[in-house]
T-cell receptor
Framework: AQSVTQLDSQVPVFEEAPVELRCNYS??????LFWYVQYPNQGLQLLLK??????LVESINGFEAEFNKSQTSFHLRKPSVHISDTAEYFC???????????FGTGTQLKVEL | DVKVTQSSRYLVKRTGEKVFLECVQD?????MFWYRQDPGLGLRLIYF???????EKGDIPEGYSVSREKKERFSLILESASTNQTSMYLC???FGSGPTYEQYFGPGTRLTVT
């Protein structure tokens, strides 16, 4: 079975500062990795995903994540955050050919002025 | 755009009541999912369905049942609501099976059982 660990439940950061949200996974088979974002009072939206190929993946709003197989990590980064990035971020994994997504416990990113 | 709608944003029910949560998707997706979201626990899969009238248990199916009579609609049923079922419930759908198919989420229903 696969699992996902998001060690940081909350990350406060000032606007225009860089941020990293950490995600580690465990699985005995090949994995596909996702970051979802949940803005206040909304459902989840896919932010970015790693399926294969380049280990660095990017979103349209400046976030990026790097798949590191040796460290079993998929950390999310942004070089300069905006107040509108305030949201909860969930890392998720699919293992093998399955349909099931396993989510981490989420990281609340709070961007302050 | 894919749209997943849920029948209520907020719902308050009494202990012991039978509760129906409805989810509808408009993109002819094969798969539909029900999750519950709790602070510090993330999202946990309750049930999913990969076809009409087909269902599979997720990680926490106890106390819940589901129904999928039409492809676009997936219902979550709490046969006898209890206070520990107070939670945010999220519905999702995806076009196909396998890892490459993105799940699209509805806005959620915040259920309070008193």
């Amino acid at each position: 079975a696969q699992s996902v660990t998001q060690l940081d439940s909350q990350v406060p950061v000032f606007e225009e500062a860089p941020v990293e949200l950490r995600c580690n996974y465990s699985s005995s088979v090949s994995v596909y990795l996702f970051w979802y974002v949940q803005y206040p009072n909304q459902g989840l939206q896919l932010l970015l995903k790693y399926l294969s190929g380049s280990t660095l993946v990017e979103s349209i709003n400046g976030f990026e994540a790097e798949f590191n197989k040796s460290q079993t990590s998929f950390h999310l980064r942004k070089p300069s955050v905006h107040i509108s990035d305030t949201a909860e971020y969930f890392c998720a994994v699919k293992a093998g050919g399955g349909n099931k997504l396993t989510f981490g416990t989420g990281t609340q990113l709070k961007v302050e002025l | 755009d894919v749209k997943v709608t849920q029948s209520s944003r907020y719902l308050v029910k009494r202990t012991g009541e039978k509760v129906f949560l409805e989810c509808v998707q408009d993109m002819d997706h094969e798969n539909m999912f029900w999750y519950r979201q709790d602070p510090g626990l993330g999202l946990r899969l309750i049930y999913f369905s990969y076809d009409v009238k087909m269902k599979e248990k997720g990680d926490i199916p106890e106390g819940y049942s589901v129904s999928r009579e039409k492809k676009e609609r997936f219902s979550l049923i709490l046969e006898s609501a209890s206070t520990n079922q107070t939670s945010m419930y999220l519905c999702a759908s995806s076009f196909g099976s396998g890892p490459t198919y993105e799940q699209y989420f509805g806005p959620g229903t915040r259920l309070t059982v008193t």
